[in-house]
């Protein structure tokens, strides 16, 4: 079954072809960084205008790249939600205009199950059931996956997600936008064992997170180290550790809790090469298993769209014509 994905949430334009739910003949991302670098964060308005303009070419060299003809797609899957009304409105409307034309089915995606299909991608992915944590720019949640499409939510980030505390370290540091890759960056020459931040464990909700306090540190060790801009790696690594030491001893601590020896690492974050590094240590330690998304699949593309949706237009699950897109309003992942 040939599946175009289309992904638009944020702040890339994405469309993929991808087989099966499983091989990618196509991927295609165009990132709107450069709009969004001067203002420090997504404007959202410039994200909706950059997606009508990207959205038709990107179609298209997917499904040039792809190596066959648009007759030969048996159905379209487009994320749904959640994301940025506007931007999610341009690929899920152009995805039923494109379907209808077309007479194929089509379906919306949530977006965090795109990311946890993700991990079906690569060479080797896990067997149900496994934890997942998906760590990205606006979620930071750990999932029991039971199958392609059925998810139990074990914890979230009760503020910020991991990503956006990359973002807002940078941001305060004067960094740029996105802040996760400069904030790895810079970590490797700095100490991590320097400064040291806090770590929020919350021992009566042990699986959820929260990464505030930790920003509030980073921007506190600013205001009263007027030199701070000598040590900005020794900052990055600090904080860096701090997201890292949380995030591996969470998901650790989940597959214990449910007695699952796979955890898959999934969104933007998991492409943190630190992390990588040091869930597959501990995970290494206690005979788990770690599957984690190449690099490229970590972000937002429109293969883990198709990939998911591929479980859905394979039960016969369609989208309809009316039907709408939703900003925050998780309507099935955490059921
Ligand atoms: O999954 P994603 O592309 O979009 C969302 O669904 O949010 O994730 C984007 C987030 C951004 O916050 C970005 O700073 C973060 O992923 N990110 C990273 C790295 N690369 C991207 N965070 C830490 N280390 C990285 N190498
Ligand atoms: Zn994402």
Redesign the pocket.
């Known amino acids: 079954m040939l599946i175009l994905g289309i992904e638009s949430?944020?702040d890339?334009t994405a469309a993929a072809v991808v087989k099966d739910g499983k091989t990618i003949l196509s991927s295609v991302v165009s990132s709107q960084i450069e709009v969004h670098n001067p203002y420090g964060g997504v404007v959202p308005e410039l994200a909706s205008r950059k997606h009508i303009e990207a959205i038709a070419p990107v179609v298209k060299e997917a499904i040039t790249e792809s190596g066959i003809n648009i007759n030969q797609l048996d159905a379209i899957a487009a994320t749904r939600g959640p994301?940025l009304i506007g931007s999610l409105l341009v690929g899920f409307s152009f995805a039923k205009a494109y379907a209808f034309a077309l007479g194929i089915p089509w379906t919306g995606v949530n977006?965090l199950e795109g990311?946890i299909n993700s991990v079906f991608l690569g060479p080797e992915s896990p067997s149900f059931p496994f934890i997942a944590l998906l760590?990205?720019?606006?979620?930071t949640s750990l999932y029991y996956v039971k199958s392609h499409i059925e998810f139990q939510l074990l914890g979230q980030t009760r503020d910020d997600?991991?990503?956006?505390a990359?973002?807002k370290v940078?941001k305060m540091l004067g960094l740029g936008y996105?802040?996760?890759?400069v904030?790895?960056s810079l970590a490797e020459k700095g100490d991590p064992e320097k400064i040291k931040f806090p770590r929020a464990y919350l021992p009566s909700t042990p699986l959820d997170f929260s990464f505030s306090g930790l920003k509030t540190s980073v921007n506190r060790y600013i205001q009263i180290n007027e030199n701070y801009k000598d040590h900005v790696p020794d900052i990055a690594a600090g904080f860096?550790e701090s997201v890292v030491d949380v995030l591996s001893k969470k998901v650790l601590s989940a597959a214990n809790q449910k007695g699952c020896d796979q955890v898959a690492i999934v969104?933007?974050?998991a492409?943190?090469?630190k992390?990588r590094e040091r869930i597959k240590n501990d995970a290494s330690r206690k005979g788990i298993s770690v599957y984690i998304p190449s690099i490229e699949l970590?972000?937002?593309n429109g293969a883990m769209i198709a990939a998911a949706g591929y479980h859905y237009i394979k039960k016969g699950i369609f989208s309809e014509l009316d039907c709408d897109v939703y900003s925050r309003v998780n309507k099935k992942i955490q059921k």
């Open positions: 949430s944020c890339e994301g977006h990311h760590v990205s720019g606006g979620h997600a991991a990503g956006e990359f973002d940078a996105p802040g996760g890759i904030i790895s860096q969104g933007g974050v492409a943190n090469k992390l970590c972000g937002d």
